[in-house]
């Protein structure tokens, strides 16, 4: 190491003492809080909060800065500029998702409301509720939520079935780390995870709203559900009538972009202007539509309105992003199949689908998606509590002002989002289109 080397990384060091000793000083050095309003309110903090932030951002903008001119001194300012960025976007990253953290806070706090009493003393962020208060955690809103579901022995065995494919799937990703070929870890991980699949498919098809009820203690009588025990069976209604409901958008959506793409008929511009047209007006627009269509064919209050009211809306969307993507594909991927005498169905089946996985992924989730997290229409069209979806169920936890169990509620919520963070994550690697690569070669 050379003396100037050696003097740069000195610099870093006394650098990080100061802006830390900087930072904790601005703290350190704040005015006793008092309660304004019911509120915790420090004098000036917004002042300490900015100034304490420069600090931070200079401090690592600096320290990168030092580091570069100690080994490569040509990229020293870009060093800076990128370490700086980092500190403001995970400033950014963090603003976003604190609400997605406190949600999980009040999941698990044994308290039923967000106005609990708080700490005298101990850390600011608590005292002012920012952060949970440790001492109050506890699973006992998400013990409410499901001691009410009584499941049958075969749906335990589905259970099991899926947790050991589960940890199957997991070994097949370390099992190359320990001498076992790619290809059978691949050929695991693939098995695993269809039977992962069927077994979660299974369990949700099985599941009926008989199996949601109470138990008085003093004479063992069913009672009915309230309206927390029901929440496992309105996230079984919300992924039955979500992944219907993407599996309709793939079928409606490739064949009609491929029509668009591939074909020439008469009225194929204007009906392509149609679709933008529709999809220029929110869904809620046609809610009187809807309901009267729904209520002329019987379909109201059941899944197959709901099911066919999503599809509907979302040929528009979906159609136009496949045709688009079919558009970037040569025709000469088809035309090869059908001289070597494939018809245009074979062609499509065979050649077309194949390569457009991680686009039918995409049109799947994006529709799963935005059916999971809906909700005017599924209040319009489901009446009956057995039927519910989680919009729905979670809106009924907030009766009035005064009586919203906003720890039931926000339990919930994460249990209903758990789905959501599987089914994304396990199609990961799909999306990223991989099944495309050399699919097309120059």
Known sequence: MTRGTRRHYLSMA???????????????????PIVRDRMLVVPGAWLRFL?????????VAGTAYLYGLATRPMRAPRYAVTAGTHVFIWLVIGAVFYP????????????????????????LLVRAGVM????DFSTSQFEKIVSQTHMYGYQWLLVGVMLLAVALLVAGFALPRFGVSSARADRLRGYA????????????LSVQPGQFYGVRASDGARLPASIGGMVPLYIRNTLLVSGVTGVMAVLL?????????????????GTLLAFVFVQMFPTFMALVAIFYLMSRLDLL??????????????IAFSSWIFKGYLDSLSPSLEEAAMVDGATRWGSFWRVILPISVPMLLFIFLQQFIGTYSEFILANTILVGQDLWTVGVGLRNFSTNQFATQWGAMAAAAVLGSVPILVIFYSFQNALTGQFTAGSVKG
Do not use: H
């Not at 949970?132 to 001492?135: D, E, G, Q, V």
């Not at 995870?193 to 949700?204: D, E, H, K, M």
């Not at 793409?261 to 194929?268: E, H, I």
């Open 253 to 269: 959506s490739t064949t009609a972009g491929y029509a668009f793409s591939r074909l020439r008929f008469q009225g194929r511009y």
């Open 301 to 314: 209050n059941t899944f197959t309105g709901l099911i066919l009211a999503y599809s509907g809306g979302a």
């Open 51 to 59: 100034a304490a932030f420069a600090l931070a951002v200079a401090g």
């Open 100 to 123: 997605v953290v406190y949600l999980l806070s009040v999941s698990l706090n044994r308290n039923d409301t967000l106005a609990g009493s708080l700490p005298s003393t101990g850390n």
């Open 14 to 32: 006394a650098l990080v003492i100061v802006v830390v000793g900087g930072i904790a000083l601005l703290f350190a050095t704040a005015p006793e």
């Open 193 to 204: 995870g269809w039977v992962v699949f069927i077994s979660a498919a299974a369990l949700v």
């Open 132 to 135: 949970p208060n440790p001492a």
